[in-house]
């Protein structure tokens, strides 16, 4: 197995986060959860998925087909457009370390192997867009929707994909936590109850109607035998919301962009609970009145946790140059400020 196809223990946190995943077991160990959703919803997850090609070609005997052998999983959106995770495409370069691929090869549930090429992607939310071929759209029989609005802890969902490159197979189970952070990326993440291995990087989380609520980027590894395979039930994903976001950038050509307040923070207390006060202030949250040593209550209403929550909301809920409220408390007051964002 590529050592390119998953994030091991150490590039996270030693002994507690494991390697990037996606789904695990077959839809027939699950067969109350599996009942619940219409099997119309179950076929048209499953030929929307597609499994993301190891290049195995020896290039000194390029006549000789490679082997197949499936580093990772993605999803058919529409008009060819391939949906994955951007680790499950990218390649080792012994100069450059890890590449985005220009091209890969992708397999589809009826075993067509066709190419797909590079649209656009994001190091920063570990998403990427390829696109197939008009000649070989036929070969693609189905595609899947981004879901609307955000999503609820207990919520039912699904997952098809490749683990440990073999597939495609399905796991069912249910939301929990639907903001939760890990340092693989800088934004939320949703934490699912679904099995979870390796090879299924960029796999589709599905809810029962059979919309993409996520995109599966990591699981807690609880097992630390290196001889087992690795896999977990608890799982996270990218949610759909911000994943569009990244995919409609691609597809239009623009580049991403953030909202950017200007502050950087440090946790103090206020009272009996840990707060957010500004360490260092720049624009345009200075320009704003905001200063050095103030406590960030809310923004717009919406009262924040820790810096990372910050973060989140700015990604997730606003776009550059739009105007937030920020509630602060300076000293025994408690002071509103209008920043206008900036971008980056």
């Known amino acids: ?3 390119s196809s998953l994030w ?8 507690a986060v494991g390697l990037i995943a996606s789904v695990g077991l077959t839809a027939g ?10 099997a119309t919803v179950l076929d048209r997850a499953k030929l929307a998925t597609i499994g993301v090609l190891e290049d195995t070609q020896d290039q ?7 082997k197949i052998l499936v580093r990772g999983t993605g999803f058919h959106l529409r008009d060819g457009y391939i949906i994955t995770a951007r680790h499950a495409a990218e390649k080792q370069d012994v100069t450059t370390g890890a590449v985005i691929q220009k091209q890969i090869h992708i397999l589809t549930t009826d075993l067509h192997e066709i190419p797909a090429d590079l649209v656009g992607d994001s190091a920063f939310m570990d998403v990427v867009v390829y696109r197939v071929a008009e000649a070989h ?3 693609l029989p189905a595609g899947v929707s981004f879901a609307p609005g955000d999503v609820q802890p207990g919520q039912e969902v699904f997952t098809v994909g490749y683990p440990m490159g073999w597939g495609p197979t399905m796991s069912f189970g249910h939301l929990g936590n639907t903001s939760t952070f890990l340092q693989t990326v800088d934004t939320r993440l ?27 980027h990591a699981i807690i590894q609880t097992e630390r035998d290196d001889s087992t395979a690795h896999c977990s039930r608890m799982a996270f994903a990218i949610p759909a919301m911000l ?3 990244i995919v ?26 840990w707060r957010m006060a500004v360490r260092d202030v720049g624009e345009p949250a200075k320009s704003a009145g905001i200063q050095k040593h103030d406590i960030i209550i809310a923004v717009n209403g919406t009262d924040i946790r820790d810096a990372a929550h910050l973060k989140n909301y700015l990604i997730e809920r606003t776009t550059p140059g739009e105007q937030v409220r920020v509630k602060v408390r300076r000293i025994d007051a408690d002071l509103t400020f209008t920043v206008t964002l900036g971008g980056g």
Do not use: W
Not at 8 to 15: K, L, M, T
Not at 60 to 66: A, E, L, N, S
Not at 252 to 268: C, N, Q, R, Y
């Open 1 to 3: 197995m590529s050592r």
């Open 8 to 15: 091991y223990v150490d590039r996270i946190v030693r002994g």
């Open 29 to 38: 160990l699950f067969p109350t959860e599996a009942a619940a959703i219409e």
């Open 60 to 66: 000194r005997t390029p006549d000789k087909p490679g």
């Open 137 to 139: 759209r036929a070969k």
């Open 190 to 216: 949703i934490q699912a109850d679904v099995a979870a291995c390796s090879g299924n990087s960029g796999g589709g989380l599905f809810n029962d109607k059979g919309d993409v609520v996520g995109i599966m």
């Open 243 to 245: 994943a569009e976001r």
């Open 248 to 273: 409609t950038a691609a597809l239009e050509g623009k580049p991403l962009t953030f909202s950017k307040m200007g502050i950087h923070m440090v946790a103090v207390k206020d009272g009996t609970r």
